[in-house]
């Protein structure tokens, strides 16, 4: 195989697992954005929302019966999670929501072990996972990673448009950044922060199963993954989505290429190193420029 | 809901008529109308700190009615409970004849009381516009149009498309009271609207206040320590001690009462 080859093939591939990083990267930034919280179970939740649709899938014979299911699921585990648990630690030391946060994730784990059995089951992808042939070589990147990649970029795009241009959106913002005041001008605010942690665990649960025809579905399977999507978005900045895609991306190729050239082994190990060296130089995040918040 | 006749310079509005309030002090409205907002024996508690201690008083439509005193005197915690922020211990606060303690903050703007909070509360991370759009979302339909705004405070509908955190102190003044127009309110509380901003800047928005009462026959609470601009304007005065009410009368009476001025108001 030809250098360039092999080089495009990475690329692509870097781009196709960024995607699932920016997804849940989005998820995480979503509920920091909407409470500040940085919400550790969220591996755990995309988990079970992905058994959910491995479940449905199973007994329906249908993919996308379980891919809307698990979305469905998410919305409501992500309000579920908030109005229950959440709730009572969002006004506290920040300490306690990410206890909170950890023993959710804990539970979970536990609880779907306990339901779906420790052995990690295979999932189907929504399309092929045989890549595309072109002038003879037959490239990493498949139909099922098209998907992927426009499905995110879709969700990003929708997410965005959302906030920006509706007024539903601008509730939420207003919620976040300034929840008196938003509550003095006749925002719900306890709703907002319900629904961005419902909005945040469908895109998460959307990630899960983008992933799990790759990593398989399992209890912990999914741990590594809420550790590079956590990577992305402080590489974003935590605080906003279009750079959580991007350091989605980044984080994809820089993986990807380590794997390749240097070997997969490396993997966690150059997360990390990007993760320091972007906290090094630049402390807030590669989109934090100049949107300090005043108090 | 009505509003006063919209005047094309509310800026230039005059000074306030004086003795709007009955010569003799009671709480009668200036003519003989219920009050807006009507407070009696309010108490609110910080743990053992009494912060508002058994408050009493009456804003009428069209009418400015000033809390003033000292940092600490109680004004802001006055303000908070009123609108819902605080939990209040005792009395009670009506809201054009109907109790509003224990209704949620969110409920009590919808019924038509506006509270622009101290330090401004503008968003600086939303636009200029989306500030004022987020005052009119809870009416629907109903809130007041944008154009409305604009045209009150020209000054705004230049940075419509700013950030809110690059406005100057007197336009974010602007825009947050801008804001709290937009669900068309009948009674404003507002929260040291001259904090931190020049002579020239204060004056213009005290005279903005005084044209809302007198235009649009909105109901206003001012709290503020800067004494003589308040009064200058305001109809009635009301001094604040530690969370009680020392005095409360027409407001040129108060300005001319110089024991009290000295005592509390320091000028």
Known sequence: ?295 | MSDGPMSDAPMSAGPPSAGRTSADGTSAGPTGEAPALQIDGLRTDYGPVRAVDDVTLSVYAGSVTAVLGANGAGKTSLLRTISGLERASAGSVRLAGEEILGVAVEDIVRRGLAHVPEGRGVIGELSTEENLRLGGLFRGARSAPLSEMYELFPALAERRGQQAASLSGGERQMLSIGRALMGRPRVLLLDEPSLGLAPIVVAQIMRLIRALAAERGLAVLLVEQNARSALAIADRGIVLNLGRVVADEPAGALAADEGLRHAYLGF
């Open chain 1, 1 to 295: 195989m030809s250098r360039v080859t092999r080089f495009i093939d990475l690329t692509l591939n870097g781009i196709s697992t960024g995607a699932v990083y920016a997804a849940v990267a989005l998820a995480l930034v979503l509920i920091w954005r909407a409470t500040r919280i940085v919400n550790f179970a969220q591996g755990g939740m995309l988990m079970v929302t992905t058994f959910i649709a491995s479940s449905v899938i199973g007994s329906s014979g249908s993919y996308w019966l379980g891919f809307a299911v698990a979305l469905v699921s998410g919305l409501a585990l992500g309000a579920v999670v908030e109005r229950v648990l959440i709730r009572r630690v969002e006004s506290g030391p920040p300490l306690n929501a990410v206890i909170v946060a950890l023993g959710l994730l804990i539970l979970l784990e536990a609880g779907a072990g306990m339901i779906w059995g420790n052995t990690p089951q295979s999932f189907p992808p929504a399309f092929t996972i045989r890549g595309y042939e072109v002038g003879g070589t037959r490239l990493l990147f498949s139909p099922n990673d098209t998907f992927t990649v426009l499905v995110v970029i879709a969700v990003a795009a929708g997410l965005a448009l959302g906030f920006r241009g509706t007024a539903l959106g601008l509730r939420m913002r207003a919620a976040a950044l300034a929840p008196e005041v938003a509550r003095l001008l006749g925002v719900r605010v306890g709703r907002m922060f319900t629904l961005g942690w419902a909005c945040a665990a469908l895109v998460g649960s959307l990630a899960g199963l983008l992933v799990a025809p790759s990593v398989f579905v399992g209890p912990n399977q999914f741990d590594p993954i809420l550790i590079f999507g956590f990577t992305a978005a402080v590489l974003g900045g935590l605080d906003s989505p279009g750079g959580a895609v991007v350091g989605g991306i980044v984080l994809g190729l820089a993986l990807s290429y380590v794997s390749g050239y240097e070997g997969a082994s490396l993997v966690t190990l150059a997360a990390l190193v990007v993760l320091i060296a972007v906290l090094m130089v630049r402390p807030g995040g590669l989109f934090s420029g100049g949107r300090e918040r005043r108090v």
